[in-house]
């Protein structure tokens, strides 16, 4: 093993077990008669911010446990008996850990035997380069401890021996860390194809750097086939393995992890993918870990490379439908992609929305894009799905669509009461085009009023004054919007009239007169109960819709992207639909 090595492992060795780890002797040794002399020995290390590096000898050989250890620290070496340098520099907090401080000694430890006792320091935090010295000297039982101080003390500077010894930990400040940097060559990663990636390490201090390759926040995700590190090839100086190959596994392990020298590193990897990827932006993780201290991972050199792209498809939103049965339970399904079968298996959201008579999203349901932390609802959630909810009082609320594992809603916002004059609520989508989503209110004469959203969400001021888009509109039982129908970019509406025939609105983009003049679908419509708009769940890029007939089945109608046929033939998704009194 050479001295590097032993002093990363004498490091990493705290406590009772590992020195008895290193001397070979088991907790069962007790006071057994020594086979051979004791030998100690210590070890230099490289402490970060924030570490507890110890002052305590390995025992090498020797299983003599009837005297005690003698450890004093200082911030100079160990040569003068008198004990110049002695104690820690203002900030650091010495713990004696089992040992006792010498009374009447300034940075003197005494341990009962060499098995018992772990004195360290506590760095802090915003510690500066400096060194720390120890010395350490056996005293036998029937010993005398100010001889033994001196000895320890003056260690440095007397011939070897195995009863005592010095040691050094040279404390590593942020900024010094900071001079171990890493450039990155990330070239893109072609669809079932291989790159070559390549890390310029500029190595100012001995120690690991470890490699982690993981999808860019802000994007919209895809499950994807495999991409493997492999190949890597370090040069003289470096020794590289590659715990993790994979990439996107969920682990937070390295893929690479490589331990250099000091000095200037070309590292090089292979990043291969195979057939059918989607576009995906990449980043490239590192930690340059340069002690030998047990130091808190915080304390690493961390830096990222820009994002790279691995080429493929591009990534479409996924949308959803929202679902709510007769006990007041909500449910969402997501789209799966896949036009014989859209939808997944449904996702319980909650109980308690029996409450309310009048809900919708005011876009459909989709897919945010992601991070690694959770996003409350801010400018990255809008968009995505918020609801609405009038409850019997007439009082509207506002539930915020956010990026939380396990909660999609934030919790409700009031808007106002007085909305029991409208009959209909319909989510409009973001019908001007100012980037915030809008409500559509139809009261009991028939006529439709469009509600702009205002985009705040701070309070209850989610709309503003009502703007009117006409009369007349009491002649439809069913209204269904919020996404672009005839592929122009606006969002459109659909309604049903009383003799089951559905119109299409065709959105303008104007916040005054928002829909064009009405396109005839087709008539044959009645027979459906409810009737959703729900964006693209079949990953065409096209809008599509769910009705549900009287009898309870499902009914995809696949978009086309056309202004005068909208929807393909309709296509059966699944009965069992009527246990929900709403679906939006």
């Given at each position: 093993?050479?001295?590097?090595?032993?002093?990363?492992?004498?490091?990493?060795?705290?406590?009772?077990?590992?020195?008895?780890?290193?001397?070979?002797?088991?907790?069962?040794?007790?006071?057994?008669?020594?086979?051979?002399?004791?030998?100690?020995?210590?070890?230099?290390?490289?402490?970060?911010?924030?570490?507890?590096?110890?002052?305590?000898?390995?025992?090498?050989?020797?299983?003599?446990?009837?005297?005690?250890?003698?450890?004093?620290?200082?911030?100079?070496?160990?040569?003068d008996?008198?004990?110049?340098?002695?104690?820690?520099?203002?900030?650091?907090?010495?713990?004696?850990?089992?040992?006792?401080?010498?009374?009447?000694?300034?940075?003197?430890?005494?341990?009962?035997?060499?098995?018992?006792?772990?004195?360290?320091?506590?760095?802090?935090?915003?510690?500066?380069?400096?060194?720390?010295?120890?010395?350490?000297?056996?005293?036998?039982?029937?010993?005398?401890?100010?001889?033994?101080?001196?000895?320890?003390?003056?260690?440095?500077?007397?011939?070897?021996?195995?009863?005592?010894?010095?040691?050094?930990?040279?404390?590593?400040?942020?900024?010094?860390?900071?001079?171990?940097?890493?450039?990155?060559?990330?070239?893109?990663?072609?669809?079932?194809?291989?790159?070559?990636?390549?890390?310029?390490?500029?190595?100012?201090?001995?120690?690991?750097?470890?490699?982690?390759?993981?999808?860019?926040?802000?994007?919209?995700?895809?499950?994807?086939?495999?991409?493997?590190?492999?190949?890597?090839?370090?040069?003289?100086?470096?020794?590289?393995?590659?715990?993790?190959?994979?990439?996107?596994?969920?682990?937070?392990?390295?893929?690479?992890?490589?331990?250099?020298?000091?000095?200037?590193?070309?590292?090089?990897?292979?990043?291969?993918s195979?057939?059918?990827?989607?576009?995906?932006?990449?980043?490239?993780?590192?930690?340059?870990?340069?002690?030998?201290?047990?130091?808190?991972p915080?304390?690493?050199?961390?830096?990222?490379?820009a994002?790279?792209?691995?080429?493929?498809?591009?990534?479409?939103?996924?949308?959803?439908?929202?679902?709510?049965?007769?006990?007041?339970?909500?449910?969402?399904?997501?789209?799966?992609?896949?036009?014989?079968?859209?939808?997944?298996?449904?996702?319980?959201?909650?109980t308690?929305?029996?409450?309310?008579?009048?809900?919708?999203?005011?876009?459909?349901?989709?897919?945010?894009?992601?991070?690694?932390?959770?996003?409350?609802?801010?400018?990255?959630?809008r968009?995505?799905?918020?609801?609405?909810?009038?409850?019997?009082?007439?009082t509207?609320?506002?539930?915020?669509?956010?990026?939380v594992?396990?909660?999609?809603?934030a919790?409700?916002?009031?808007?106002?009461?007085?909305?029991?004059?409208?009959?209909?609520?319909?989510?409009?989508?973001?019908?001007?085009?100012?980037?915030?989503?809008?409500?559509?209110?139809?009261?009991?004469a028939?006529?439709?009023?469009?509600?702009?959203?205002?985009?705040r969400?701070?309070?209850?001021?989610?709309?503003?004054?009502?703007?009117?888009v006409?009369?007349?509109?009491?002649?439809?039982?069913?209204?269904?919007?919020?996404?672009?129908?005839?592929?122009?970019?606006?969002?459109?509406?659909?309604?049903?009239?009383?003799?089951?025939?559905?119109?299409?609105?065709?959105?303008?983009?104007s916040?005054?007169?928002?829909?064009?003049?009405?396109?005839?679908?087709?008539?044959g419509?009645?027979?459906?109960?409810?009737?959703?708009?729900?964006?693209?769940?079949?990953?065409?890029?096209?809008?599509?819709?769910?009705?549900?007939?009287?009898?309870?089945?499902?009914?995809?109608?696949?978009?086309?992207?056309?202004?005068?046929?909208?929807?393909?033939?309709?296509?059966?998704?699944?009965?069992?639909?009527?246990?929900?009194?709403r679906?939006?």
């Amino acid at each position: 093993m050479s001295k590097r090595m032993r002093m990363r492992r004498a490091a990493a060795m705290t406590g009772v077990a590992g020195l008895l780890a290193a001397a070979g002797v088991t907790a069962g040794a007790g006071n057994a008669v020594a086979a051979d002399a004791l030998k100690l020995s210590g070890y230099d290390v490289v402490a970060g911010p924030g570490s507890m590096p110890r002052f305590f000898p390995i025992v090498e050989s020797g299983t003599t446990l009837w005297g005690k250890v003698v450890v004093t620290v200082g911030t100079k070496p160990m040569t003068d008996p008198a004990g110049a340098g002695a104690g820690l520099p203002k900030g650091y907090v010495a713990r004696a850990n089992g040992c006792t401080q010498a009374v009447g000694y300034t940075g003197v430890f005494v341990c009962q035997t060499p098995m018992n006792g772990d004195p360290d320091a506590v760095v802090p935090v915003d510690a500066t380069d400096t060194t720390l010295y120890w010395g350490f000297a056996y005293m036998p039982a029937s010993g005398d401890l100010a001889t033994a101080v001196k000895e320890a003390r003056s260690a440095g500077s007397l011939p070897a021996a195995g009863s005592r010894g010095t040691a050094k930990v040279t404390v590593k400040s942020a900024a010094s860390a900071a001079l171990n940097t890493v450039a990155f060559d990330t070239p893109p990663v072609p669809d079932d194809g291989t790159a070559r990636h390549q890390l310029r390490v500029h190595a100012a201090d001995a120690g690991t750097l470890a490699l982690r390759l993981a999808k860019a926040e802000g994007q919209l995700t895809r499950v994807t086939p495999k991409i493997r590190l492999g190949n890597p090839t370090p040069d003289a100086g470096a020794e590289c393995t590659v715990p993790e190959p994979e990439l996107n596994t969920g682990s937070p392990g390295a893929n690479l992890l490589c331990k250099l020298e000091p000095g200037d590193h070309v590292i090089g990897y292979e990043l291969t993918s195979e057939p059918g990827q989607y576009a995906q932006k990449y980043v490239a993780y590192t930690n340059y870990n340069l002690y030998t201290a047990v130091t808190p991972p915080e304390a690493f050199v961390r830096q990222t490379s820009a994002p790279f792209t691995v080429q493929g498809a591009p990534v479409l939103p996924s949308f959803g439908l929202h679902a709510r049965d007769t006990t007041g339970t909500l449910f969402r399904y997501w789209g799966t992609r896949v036009a014989t079968a859209p939808l997944s298996s449904p996702y319980r959201i909650g109980t308690g929305w029996q409450t309310y008579n009048a809900l919708t999203s005011l876009s459909p349901g989709k897919q945010g894009n992601y991070y690694w932390s959770e996003k409350k609802p801010s400018a990255v959630t809008r968009g995505l799905g918020d609801v609405i909810a009038r409850d019997a009082s007439g009082t509207l609320w506002y539930y915020d669509r956010q990026l939380v594992r396990g909660n999609p809603f934030a919790p409700r916002v009031r808007v106002g009461t007085g909305w029991n004059i409208y009959d209909r609520l319909d989510g409009a989508g973001d019908l001007d085009r100012d980037g915030y989503v809008d409500l559509l209110a139809r009261d009991k004469a028939g006529v439709l009023w469009l509600y702009k959203g205002t985009g705040r969400l701070v309070d209850g001021n989610r709309f503003k004054t009502r703007v009117k888009v006409g009369a007349g509109w009491g002649a439809y039982d069913r209204l269904a919007g919020g996404d672009d129908l005839n592929g122009d970019g606006r969002a459109d509406l659909l309604a049903r009239d009383k003799a089951g025939v559905l119109w299409l609105y065709k959105g303008t983009g104007s916040g005054t007169t928002p829909y064009a003049t009405r396109t005839r679908v087709g008539a044959g419509w009645g027979g459906y109960d409810q009737l959703v708009v729900t964006g693209d769940l079949t990953d065409d890029g096209r809008a599509d819709a769910v009705a549900r007939d009287r009898a309870g089945v499902l009914w995809l109608y696949k978009g086309t992207g056309g202004g005068t046929t909208p929807f393909a033939t309709r296509t059966r998704v699944g009965a069992g639909w009527g246990t929900y009194n709403r679906l939006f």
